[in-house]
């Protein structure tokens, strides 16, 4: 008897290893992979701007690395005692305006370096619904909890998304023309927009990217439809009921897993684990002979880890 429908997931050609240098951009949802890839140790770069829930904010963030252009202090505001940026999630917002031009210029620095030297960017898109900051007709990333009557909110149209996608494509291809492009949707859904305009705004999203792949050699990997038709449950999502729960993040990464990572890197995956629960390990008596046993061969197991890939840290 078959009580699920499964979304069909082939192997990709250009499979992700050890030695493979990822960008991870996006909505909420790429920091659960992006934590996925961090805990087993791949050479991962995720979200140096902080979360960025549509395609402009990514895009914006992807053509400024790319051309080199700096924020300057006109591009920063005070707001509730800190500076912000409308391009950037509040995480970099500072309350020294110094500080926070440079983790934005850094971030930028550190975004094209990852784009030049990446085998692998995944995009995920969270949503099509963008705010414009009335006073000068500015699409912003973040609002920064600045009253919405300073903004416009918009839903961007299939066409518009698609020439969003293509300029990012275009400014990677300049710097990097042989990395691998993954696009994906987010499976949260942003119900605060409403039932049928979440619906809206995922469609635009898919609908363009399916329109970028069959003009680019871009490719995509199907977490929304995996958690909207494969866990078709309310016990996979948080008490929200709007995040996927740590059994769909987990359930969605082996999809992923299985589809975009390579044979040869599962040993060393599960080695990392061993090492990371291992880590995680709170003894009784931290002076007990077997304590201390167990340390020295937790150490074992790193330095043999570290021999094989330096640039692993714990």
């Known amino acids: 008897m078959k009580l699920q429908t499964q979304i069909p997931l082939q192997k990709s050609v250009n499979q992700i290893a050890y030695k493979s240098h990822l960008l991870i951009l996006g909505s909420c949802f790429s920091e659960h992979i992006g934590a996925k890839f961090e805990h087993f140790k791949f050479q991962s770069l995720q979200n140096p701007f902080g979360i960025l829930f549509h395609p402009k904010a990514i895009e914006n963030l992807i053509e400024r690395s790319v051309s080199s252009t700096l924020y300057s202090e006109k591009e920063v505001f005070f707001q509730n005692e800190r500076w912000h940026c409308f391009d950037a999630h509040s995480v970099l917002s500072d309350t020294s305006k110094d500080a926070l031009l440079l983790k934005l210029n850094k971030g930028l620095e550190a975004s094209k370096k990852r784009i030049k030297e990446a085998s692998h960017i995944i995009i995920t898109l969270g949503t099509a619904w963008v705010y414009r900051k009335v006073e000068n007709e500015r699409i912003v990333s973040n609002c920064h909890k600045i009253p919405q009557s300073e903004f416009k909110k918009e839903l961007l149209s299939v066409y518009e998304v698609i020439n969003c996608l293509k300029n990012c494509i275009q400014q990677i291809r300049k710097i990097n023309k042989n990395v691998a492009i993954v696009f994906t949707v987010s499976p949260v859904r942003h119900l605060k927009d409403g039932f049928v305009e979440n619906q809206k705004s995922k469609a635009h999203l898919i609908a363009a990217i399916h329109e970028i ?70 003894p009784f008596n931290e002076q007990s002979e077997q304590h201390q046993k167990f340390i020295k061969t937790l150490e074992k197991k790193i330095t043999y880890l570290q021999q094989e890939y330096p640039f692993m840290k714990f």
Request: glycine share 2%; aromatic share 16%.
């Open 213 to 282: 792949i069959e003009q680019d050699s871009a490719l995509y990997f199907p977490s929304y439809e995996i958690m909207m038709d494969e866990l078709r449950d309310y016990r996979f999502y948080e008490t929200d009921m709007v995040h996927p729960n740590q059994l769909a993040v987990d359930y969605i990464w082996l999809k992923f897993k299985k589809a975009w990572i390579s044979n040869t890197a599962f040993s060393s995956m599960e080695k990392v684990e061993e090492v990371q629960k291992g880590l995680q390990h709170r």
